[in-house]
């Protein structure tokens, strides 16, 4: 148990429905700091890399409609694969490449939150799943990093302040 939560999923029915609304009030919280990150980045201090904001806002706006979907639906219904923990998880890591990918790639300051994805899948899934969370947050790295290295997709450098 960890802070109450079944390390397995699935093992408590009581747990799980509190690890599944803790997974979508940490969601609701990424949400809101990227959406500031992008408002403070863009606007503000014009640090964004040019024609990557509407991908970006894009990106939130699927995060916050998926969130929504979970919010609405609940743990018991809905898709069963996309609102799993693994599931969750899947869709963060994605969005999480999608915005290193669209703001800096590489050089992007928060690459290394892939590694609180993983940390969450170890607590609270199995072995297993936690294993495939961490072999597609390296994929998802990888594909970032070498698509945008070998010229297959566009890297966005992140402006430096007074850069044109």
Do not use: K
């Not at 970032?144 to 992140?158: D, F, K, R, T």
Request: net charge negative.
């Amino acid at each position: 148990m960890f802070l109450g939560w079944p390390v397995i999923e699935g093992s408590d029915p009581e747990s799980s429905e509190a690890v599944f609304w803790w997974l979508v009030r940490l969601r609701w919280v990424a949400v809101l700091g990227v959406a500031l990150v992008l408002l403070l980045a863009g606007p503000v201090f014009d640090g964004l890399p040019a024609g990557s904001a509407s991908g970006l806002w894009i990106t939130v706006a699927g995060l916050l409609a998926y969130n929504t979907m979970l919010a609405l639906f609940g743990p018991h219904r809905g898709w069963p694969w996309l609102t799993r923990f693994a599931g969750q998880i899947a869709v963060d890591c994605a969005a999480l490449a999608t915005f290193v990918h669209l703001a800096g790639g590489i050089d992007n300051p928060f690459l290394p939150l892939f590694v609180l994805h993983v940390v969450n899948a170890n607590i609270i899934l199995s072995g297993r799943a936690a294993l495939s969370v961490l072999g597609l947050a390296i994929a998802l790295v990888a594909a970032v990093v070498l698509g945008e290295g070998s010229g297959i997709v566009a890297h966005h450098c992140l402006r430096q302040p007074g850069e044109l």
